[in-house]
């Protein structure tokens, strides 16, 4: 005998036929965004230590010919570049809290501000 079933294959007996779906909006991968926004706050964590460290190194009078202590004023430096001179005291020690304490504290609000919107999204 013939087959006489004019569509072969699976039929889909008792279901309504389903109408073509809309392109869906593609969903966002939650454990990327919480990824990136740990990496953003740590990033700004790292600057703010790097920061906070010359401050307190140079607050204590570290020995600026040690090679640590030229490394963390140099990446303080490169850090800290856009607030330089901001503050112009005559103390000394005043004037590297604030040039290398703001710039810190503009690091974590921002960069925790930005983390927390990349893992709410």
Known sequence: MSNIDPMSGPHGYGRPPQAPQAPQRQERNPSAARRT????????DIAAVFLGLWVLLYLLDANEANVFVEFVHGTA?????????????????LRVLLNYGLPAVIYLLVG????????RA
Do not use: K, N, P
């Open 37 to 44: 926004a740990l990496a953003v706050h740590t990033i700004a």
């Open 77 to 93: 430096d490169l850090l800290a570049w856009w607030s330089q001179d901001v503050f112009t005291m005559d103390t000394e020690g």
């Open 112 to 119: 925790h501000g930005i983390a927390a919107r990349l893992s």
